[in-house]
């Protein structure tokens, strides 16, 4: 049984076909500048050369087409023919509240991701693209969606909505929906196979730093609290955006700056985080080496970050009444151990104790605190698409 996972963005598309018997990736690929000119394809069959497909993509559908004829060609394919493909499986980023956890797609599925696309104008309208290009080409293949903010569907009301006039939430769904839903639900049911301890006994703090970073609060298998609120805008400072700030900052650099709300708002998406007060890069690497040559701005970014990223652990384990486990994923949390290790360092109070040599580790699944530690630190690299590929299973075994 061979699983196509799809993830859809408005000019690109990435894909992984996975084999559900071991759950092994037989090939995974990028389609870039779709709809625009120079489009390619970048293709990594499990045992063999990577290849790279230059031939233009107009639309989505075209791209769908040249990942099927790539995964099926006769050199660089994977299978004998498309049949072999029983199901696709969707990445959605906005669920909104109508979707709590994967669905089979059909179409008052579509019309209801129509209806949320407003809650994520950006993303949304490209992931229903993907769906409607899939339908196209595949329409005897089922299909699921899996969605960023369904795992967060479990907060309550004390956590998702804001202290603003009640009408917001009513009339508009302003409310805090939190994003990275699948790689909070993937590491934190992985922490607990590897604590073995049943997933719904624990009380961890899952840190998905990547270029987006989100925290979240995850007790006994569900989740009660996120960083990221109603967009990935809200929460720790990340490689651009600011996280949380004075919402006032607006209109005062409206008034002082003679900026418009929307061109702040510019600057807090695309010109803040890391590379805003850093002023070199959004990238980790970057600033590390920076630091480490002695560039003071460069070390203030991390030092916030890390900062910031330890008071939410502070919070969640309050949130939470405790905690038994912090694990750390995506390109930063998977990667930096002095990241890591500079967020821990002063959680002692929480009963944390790293263990430097463990902590030394990449990309790999690792305990990096000390046996003695009373809270576990974990590296755990996330793993999306297979949670897609599990959940797409899922949903059409059921129906
Ligand atoms: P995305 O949110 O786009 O999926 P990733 O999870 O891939 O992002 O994370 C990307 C970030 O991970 C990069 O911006 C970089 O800062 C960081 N990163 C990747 N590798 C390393 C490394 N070896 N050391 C420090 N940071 C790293």
């Known amino acids: 049984m061979h699983i196509l996972v799809i993830n859809c963005g408005s000019s690109s598309l990435k894909y992984q076909l996975i084999s559900m018997k071991h759950e092994t990736v037989l090939a995974k690929g990028l389609a870039e500048r779709i709809g625009i000119n120079d489009s390619l394809l970048t293709h ?12 233009d993509m107009k639309d989505h559908i075209e791209a769908i087409q040249i990942v099927l004829d790539a995964l099926v060609d006769k050199e660089h394919g994977v299978i004998e023919d498309m049949s072999q493909i029983k199901a696709v499986g969707h990445r959605v980023v906005h669920g909104g509240e109508d ?18 696309a407003t809650l994520a104008p950006l993303h949304n309208p490209a992931n229903i693209m993907g769906i409607m290009a899939c339908r196209q080409i595949m329409p005897d293949v089922p299909m699921a969606g899996t969605f960023d903010t369904a795992f967060h569907q479990t907060m309550p009301r004390e956590s998702y909505l804001y202290a603003l006039p009640y009408s917001y939430y009513t009339d508009y769904k302003v409310r805090r929906y939190g994003f990275h839903g699948t790689s909070h639900k993937y590491v934190s049911q992985r922490v607990a196979e590897l604590m073995e301890k049943p997933y719904d006994a624990i009380k961890t703090v899952t840190c998905h730093l990547g270029n987006g ?58 010109k803040s985080g890391v590379l805003g007060i850093s002023g070199i890069s959004s990238d980790f690497r970057d600033l590390a080496d920076a630091a480490e040559t002695g560039n003071e701005r460069a070390k203030l970014a991390l030092d916030i970050f890390c900062y910031r990223i330890r008071k939410y652990i502070g919070a969640y384990a309050a949130a939470m009444n405790g905690v038994d486990c912090i694990v750390f994923t995506a ?41 003695d530690s009373k809270v576990q630190v974990w590296v755990v690299p996330t793993n999306e698409e297979l949670m897609i590929a599990r959940d797409t299973l899922t949903c059409i075994t059921k129906d």
Do not use: H
């Open 331 to 371: 390109g930063i949390g998977e990667n930096a151990a002095s990241v890591r290790a500079a967020i821990v360092s002063k959680l002692s109070w929480l009963g944390i104790e790293l263990d430097e040599e463990k902590n030394n580790t990449r990309g790999r699944e690792a305990r990096i605190s000390t046996p």
């Open 213 to 270: 970073s989100s925290i979240t609060a995850v007790d006994r298998g569900r989740s009660v609290d996120t960083s990221m609120g109603m967009t990935p805008l809200e929460g720790v400072p990340m490689g651009t955006r600011s996280g949380d700030i004075d919402p006032s900052i607006i209109e005062f650099m409206e008034r002082e700056a003679g900026m418009t709300a929307q061109e702040v708002l510019n600057d807090l998406n695309r």
């Open 99 to 116: 979707f709590a956890g994967s669905v089979c797609i059909n179409d008052d599925v579509i019309e209801a991701l129509k209806n949320n």
């Open 44 to 55: 990594s069959p499990k045992g063999k050369d990577k290849v790279v497909v230059r031939k």
